[in-house]
């Protein structure tokens, strides 16, 4: 939420939050667009450069605060959530986003994130998830889909992956969001959405990585499922979905009760609604 942080009239475009240096990321990687994206977007906060601070780990996308004229930080890596704690709670007059990959929210910063999570502390995470270490050239990750064949796993990968967005609402998550690269004008809303949001906001980027993981998410970008294309919790509500097969988490913001969101053979959302204290805690599938 930006509650605490001064505003200004100043007028300013995507240009005054662009930095003087070289971009590093690969050609046609999907961070380019978080980036453009972001930098699109971060005028209509209406604050002034200084008072916005973005906090980075280590990996591809963790050089983001580089590239904006901003203030910010290429941290630890996994620990970027701590250090944004440490920012959020002691300087209530900056806007504190945090940049992380799949790699080092979830594996070596997955402890810092829980509790981030759980601390809801004012600030804004933005996952990028190119279900890959892309840094480090191409190993699985904690996102990566079973039977995986990287450098690291020749034979498959054997593990079950994180859903960063049930992972977030197991932690007590306020505000979860998911969004892709490719559409610019869903991840700007939810951005906006996210920013607004007087809590820990997790904001999960499906983003591409051309050259360890190409088209992880081509099914989703299909025209035929754009409008559906993403999960998105409004207040612990999903107001657009995945496409046929996607599911996530959402929690009813009155019973606190924990539904599973599924996406039917029509494109149509429904919730799969989970009784954990029947006996038999089968699924039963009731559209919205
Ligand atoms: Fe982007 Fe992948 Fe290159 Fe990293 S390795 S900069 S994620 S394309
Ligand atoms: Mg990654």
Aim: aromatic fraction near 6%; hydrophobic fraction near 40%.
């Amino acid at each position: 939420g930006l509650a605490g942080v001064p505003a200004t009239d100043l007028k300013q475009t995507g240009k005054d939050f662009t930095s003087d240096q070289e971009v590093r990321w690969c050609p046609g990687c999907g961070d380019y667009a978080v980036l453009k994206a972001v930098q699109g977007f971060l005028p209509d906060l209406g604050l002034k450069r200084e008072n916005i601070v973005f906090v980075s780990g280590i990996g591809c996308s963790s050089r983001f605060p580089y590239y904006l004229d901003t203030y910010g930080m290429h941290s630890i890596h996994g620990r970027a959530p701590a250090i944004a704690t440490g920012l959020a709670t002691s300087r209530e007059d900056l806007s504190v986003w945090v940049v992380t990959g799949d790699g080092d929210a979830l594996s070596i910063g997955g402890n810092h994130l829980i509790h981030a999570l759980r601390r809801n502390v004012n600030m804004t995470i933005l996952l990028f998830n190119n279900r890959i270490y892309g840094l480090t050239k191409g190993q699985y990750s904690p996102t990566s889909e079973p039977g995986k064949v990287t450098k690291s796993t020749p034979m498959g990968s054997l593990d079950t992956p994180f859903n960063p967005i049930s992972l977030a609402l197991g932690a007590e998550a306020s505000f979860v969001a998911r969004t892709i690269d490719t559409d610019r004008k869903h991840l700007t809303e939810v951005l906006r959405e996210a920013a607004a949001h007087r809590g820990t906001a997790l904001v999960e980027i499906y983003q591409n990585c051309p050259i360890f993981n190409d088209g992880a998410f081509d099914a989703i970008k299909d025209p035929a499922t754009k409008d559906h294309a993403v999960i998105r919790l409004e207040h612990g509500k999903p107001v657009t979905f995945g496409p046929q097969g996607e599911h996530g988490l959402v929690r009813d913001p009155v019973s606190g009760a924990i539904s599973v969101v599924e996406v039917d053979d029509s494109n149509r959302a429904g919730l799969l609604v989970h009784d954990a204290h029947a006996e038999d805690p089968s699924l039963a599938f009731a559209i919205s």
